[in-house]
């Protein structure tokens, strides 16, 4: 039984070993087939570590897909759950009314980065809060049109889905999701469809990318009836690219110019990921509207979305979900905000990220293969190239492979990164040891 104080990981079996075999086997008769990655079978887990089915012992750079930035289990969030479950764990907020859904809101208010006044519309996931946000813009501007950003994941479900763009298998069959979604290019500083290298002239990039919206606006999208541009400030899914400096603040002049709303997901950049409780701080940009989830309730399924009240749905019914804003989920969520104010985890997520971004920087020098290392705080990749910049997804997928099997575990993104998001509570000794043994996965996979 692991204790989460755990610095190095420990491999007995193979992987996955006996016990993990049997349950996988059993999953594949029973479950959907959804985006499975390694036969990796959890246990339990704590902080930044976590134990397999087969006594295994785990270093995790996943964050359960960037959710628990607090750390497996934190006791207070677990304390929190515990005591709001035996009170009351479900009754409707949507038809009645939860003292802790208004304080996690009343606290949201707080932390947002919108200067004015907010409401927020609770979910159960990052999907329900775009597509609320969705319904937002539509009900309150009347404009039936959306931008979105080449490589932007927003969600699975149809609205979002059709905001989607960062692997064409996402849309695959699917077809017609929502109509009315126009994709332009994000400014990707190293691969970008204008041909400018975005480290050296990330001005350049900016003005490029803005200059082509402005060409859309011209030539067949009448920004008149475009209600809101969705912008990841870090993109996600889509390789965990980081905009030139300059991007957001020239986007919202340039959105206000219009009167198109700013919708910053910060569905998997906010909540501290970053090294400040939301991306968009360090552009020093103010959206219309922010969609969060993944980090908002350590585990507990809770999304939201936080927009200027003036945009208010205005009339009883007009969207409502069962179980949005849960009161078990809320309690997690205000525990989860208190562990990252009170424990200074956004000056952790600053201190480890620089530390990550150095040794990343190292690898890169070090080895050919690595064409580029970018993020920001504990939001970071590495993208695997061959020749030139030649993806090289399946050497990216064989280090996973390999990283796994040595007790490290990392996800893909992009078409061929890794990304490497641990918990925000990790320390130094872990986060060396989890760059040793990819390391020792890159050489290995080479
Ligand atoms: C930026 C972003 N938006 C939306 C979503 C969708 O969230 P969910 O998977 O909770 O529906 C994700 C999920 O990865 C995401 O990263």
């Known amino acids: 039984m692991i204790t989460g104080k755990e610095n190095k990981a420990n491999i007995i079996s193979a992987i996955p070993g006996k016990n993990a075999k049997k349950i996988v086997a059993r999953d594949n008769k029973v479950l959907a087939t959804t985006t499975k990655l390694a036969p990796v079978t959890v246990k339990n887990a704590k902080g930044a570590v976590f134990e397999d089915v087969d006594g295994n012992v785990f270093l995790d750079f996943t964050s359960g897909v960037?959710?628990?930035?607090?750390?497996?289990?934190?006791?207070?969030?677990v304390k929190a759950v515990q005591k709001q479950a035996a009170e009351v764990m479900h009754?409707?907020?949507?038809?009645?009314?939860?003292?802790?859904?208004?304080?996690?809101?009343?606290?949201?208010n707080d932390i947002i980065p919108i200067n004015d006044k907010v409401k927020i519309y609770f979910g159960n996931s990052g999907t329900e809060a775009v597509e609320a946000a969705i319904k937002l813009v539509?009900?309150?501007t009347k404009r039936k049109l959306f931008l979105s950003f080449m490589g932007a994941f927003h969600g699975r479900t149809m609205g979002s889905l059709s905001l989607t763009a960062s692997k064409s298998l996402h849309q695959k069959n699917y077809f017609p999701s929502m109509p009315g979604?126009?994709?332009?290019?994000?400014?990707?500083?190293?691969?970008?469809?204008?041909?400018i290298d975005g480290y050296e002239d990330p001005q350049?990039?900016?003005?490029?990318?803005?200059?082509?919206?402005?060409?859309?606006?011209?030539?067949?999208?009448?920004?008149?009836?475009?209600?809101?541009?969705?912008?990841?400030?870090?993109?996600?899914?889509g390789g965990y690219i980081v905009p030139p400096k300059d991007f957001a603040q020239k986007l919202k002049k340039m959105t206000e110019e219009h009167g198109i709303l700013l919708v910053d997901d910060e569905i998997q950049a906010g909540f501290g990921r970053t090294g400040k409780m939301f991306a968009i701080q360090h552009w020093n940009t103010e959206p219309d509207i922010v969609t969060i989830a993944k980090g908002m309730g350590s585990g507990m399924p809770i999304g939201a979305c936080v927009f200027r009240a003036k945009y208010d749905f205005d009339t009883d019914g007009a969207h409502s979900t069962t179980f949005g804003g849960n009161l078990v989920a809320c309690a997690a969520s205000l525990a989860t905000i208190n562990?990252?104010?009170?424990?200074?985890?956004l000056d952790n997520a600053v201190k480890m990220g620089s530390h990550l971004g150095k040794r990343l920087g190292e690898f890169k020098e070090t080895y050919q293969q690595i064409g580029d290392a970018r993020g920001v705080g504990l939001m970071q990749a590495t993208e695997f190239v061959y020749g030139g910049?030649?993806?090289?997804?399946?050497?990216?997928?064989?280090?996973?492979?390999?990283?796994?099997?040595?007790?490290l575990l990392i996800l893909p993104c992009g078409i061929s990164a890794i990304r490497y998001i641990p918990p925000l509570i990790i320390n130094r000794e872990q986060l060396d040891h989890g760059l040793d043994i990819l390391e020792g996965a890159i050489r290995e996979s080479l």
């Open 204 to 237: 350049a990039l900016t003005n490029a990318t803005l200059d082509f919206m402005e060409y859309m606006f011209e030539k067949y999208v009448p920004p008149e009836e475009v209600g809101a541009i969705f912008f990841e400030s870090v993109q996600g899914e």
């Open 91 to 108: 009754f409707a907020g949507t038809d009645f009314y939860y003292d802790v859904q208004v304080s996690l809101a009343e606290k949201i």
């Open 389 to 407: 910049k030649k993806p090289a997804k399946d050497l990216r997928d064989k280090i996973i492979k390999n990283a796994y099997r040595k007790g």
């Open 138 to 140: 539509r009900w309150s």
């Open 66 to 77: 960037g959710v628990v930035n607090t750390g497996h289990c934190h006791p207070l969030v």
């Open 181 to 195: 979604v126009f994709h332009v290019p994000y400014p990707n500083p190293y691969r970008n469809p204008f041909g």
């Open 339 to 345: 562990v990252i104010e009170k424990e200074h985890l």
